[in-house]
């Protein structure tokens, strides 16, 4: 019984370090937004974000969360062409406990990178602080990530200043 009892405290684990997005735990989840009606011509757009998630253990107390999201965008440009490519990069970096409690925190800053083809990225580097909170209780996982970031250097042909 203590064999079944200790497997599935194992399972009730990994499961919710898969759903936690600052785990302590390699992953590599995929997101696939397909926005209807855009532009003029009421076409859709589909962006496809892989978002690979990477520890680091900094010592005893705390881990540094890498979280990056690499979009991959189609757009309608036009009445018939589409645009297609890699977007910007967004890399977060969260400061973690090592040892979580019923809250989860994570303190960092998120960095946009330019790597989007015309059309598709900002073609400007942004910065700025970022914070994640979550719990989980009962199977569920609840929580917010809240981020801004602003331009600091990069092309005035796409936007003139960024700050979301």
Same mark, same amino acid.
């Given at each position: 019984?203590?064999?079944? /009892? ?16 600052? %785990?302590?735990? #390699? ?42 999201? #690499? ?6 440009? =036009?009445? /018939? ?16 406990? %090592? ?19 015309? =059309? ?45």
């Amino acid at each position: 019984m203590a064999q079944a /009892d200790s497997a599935e405290t194992a399972s009730s684990d990994l499961a919710n370090k898969i759903q936690n997005p600052i %785990a302590s735990l #390699i992953s590599i989840p995929f997101q696939n937004n397909l926005d209807f009606n855009v532009g003029p011509f009421d076409r859709n757009r589909n962006t496809l974000n892989i978002q690979p998630v990477v520890p680091f253990s900094l010592g005893e107390k705390y881990n540094l969360i890498t979280r990056t999201i #690499i979009p991959i965008s189609s757009l309608p440009v =036009g009445m /018939d062409d589409r645009s297609t490519g890699i977007g910007d990069i967004n890399l977060s970096l969260f400061l973690t406990s %090592a040892k979580p409690k019923k809250l989860i925190t994570g303190y960092g800053v998120a960095i946009g990178i330019p790597t989007g083809k015309t =059309g598709i990225g900002l073609e400007k580097w942004t910065a700025g602080p970022s914070f994640i909170a979550l719990t989980q209780q009962n199977g569920w996982t609840i929580g917010a990530l809240v981020q801004n970031t602003w331009d600091f250097a990069g092309s005035d042909d796409v936007v003139s200043d960024v700050n979301f």
